[in-house]
């Protein structure tokens, strides 16, 4: 008997979506909106509240929404200091299209912006847009991570090796091999083996200027008149 039958299937998790909006009126007209086309909100009416809710959630959210044209801190304000301490992607509302706003907005990390008055039509499709987009640059950055991890540990490796082949004398297939069958009769990554052999190899060589300077000041001493 399948015991698993009829059994729910996991609920997906909504996007969360930050709209930070002095303008009271527009704010909860973006919180319907997006609520009524599946998104979880949260809504805040200064950069400060922003901040504050961001800071005691235990959950980021997957895109923020700041109108540019706040008192206080202004939207690019929050959004220079979101590109600093969180990874939040941001989209960016202003009553203009100012070309010096946009490239200021676009250097704090903008993945979409919307003008006022903001056509209803508009907003859903923009915001999943904005999250699209918003993926597509944390795959690559991860990407990116995981290349140069990758390439690290191949230089590590490489250099291991060499320092096998210089100390058995031997060719580098031959080191390669010791390496690997070592890694694998002690359960360990191959990268984290060559990362041990370096250090050890660091650690001899710091004694080995330790143990010349010593020999150098005992020959000094006995030559001295």
Same mark, same amino acid.
């Given at each position: 008997? $399948?015991? $698993?039958?009829?059994?729910a $299937?996991?609920?997906?998790? +909504?996007?969360?979506?930050?709209?930070?909006?002095?303008?009271?009126?527009?704010?909860?007209?973006?919180?319907? #909106?997006?609520?009524?086309?599946?998104?979880?909100?949260?809504? =805040?009416? %200064? =950069?400060q509240?922003?901040?504050d809710?961001?800071? @005691?959630?235990?959950?980021?959210?997957?895109?923020?929404?700041?109108?540019? /044209?706040?008192p206080?801190m202004? /939207?690019?304000?929050? /959004?220079?200091?979101?590109q600093?301490?969180?990874?939040?992607?941001?989209?960016?509302?202003?009553?203009? !299209?100012? *070309?010096?706003? #946009?490239?200021?907005?676009?250097?704090n990390?903008?993945?979409?912006?919307? #003008?006022?008055?903001? *056509?209803?039509?508009?907003?859903?499709?923009?915001?999943?847009?904005?999250?699209?987009?918003?993926?597509?640059?944390?795959?690559?950055?991860?990407s990116?991570t995981?290349?140069?991890?990758?390439?690290?540990?191949?230089? !590590?490796?490489?250099?291991?090796?060499?320092?096998?082949? @210089?100390?058995?004398?031997?060719?580098?297939? %031959?080191?390669?091999?010791?390496?690997?069958?070592?890694?694998?009769?002690?359960?360990? +990554?191959?990268?984290?083996v060559?990362?041990a052999l370096?250090?050890?190899? !660091?650690?001899?060589n710091?004694?080995?200027?330790?143990?010349? *300077?010593?020999?150098?000041?005992?020959? %000094? %001493?006995?030559? =001295?008149?």
């Amino acid at each position: 008997m $399948n015991t $698993n039958a009829g059994a729910a $299937n996991p609920i997906e998790e +909504k996007r969360l979506i930050l709209l930070v909006d002095d303008d009271v009126l527009i704010l909860g007209l973006l919180n319907q #909106v997006l609520q009524k086309a599946g998104f979880d909100t949260r809504i =805040a009416t %200064s =950069a400060q509240m922003a901040l504050d809710m961001i800071l @005691e959630s235990d959950r980021e959210p997957d895109l923020a929404l700041l109108d540019i /044209g706040m008192p206080g801190m202004s /939207g690019l304000e929050l /959004g220079e200091r979101l590109q600093l301490e969180t990874t939040i992607p941001m989209m960016f509302l202003s009553a203009n !299209e100012d *070309e010096a706003v #946009v490239k200021q907005a676009t250097d704090n990390g903008a993945v979409g912006y919307l #003008v006022k008055p903001i *056509e209803m039509a508009r907003i859903v499709p923009s915001i999943k847009a904005g999250l699209a987009r918003a993926d597509e640059i944390r795959h690559l950055r991860e990407s990116e991570t995981k290349l140069a991890a990758a390439l690290q540990a191949g230089r !590590e490796t490489s250099i291991a090796i060499g320092l096998l082949m @210089e100390r058995y004398k031997t060719d580098r297939q %031959s080191a390669f091999d010791m390496l690997r069958d070592y890694a694998r009769s002690n359960r360990l +990554k191959l990268n984290d083996v060559a990362k041990a052999l370096l250090a050890s190899a !660091e650690s001899l060589n710091r004694f080995n200027g330790l143990f010349s *300077e010593q020999t150098s000041r005992k020959q %000094s %001493s006995r030559n =001295a008149p």
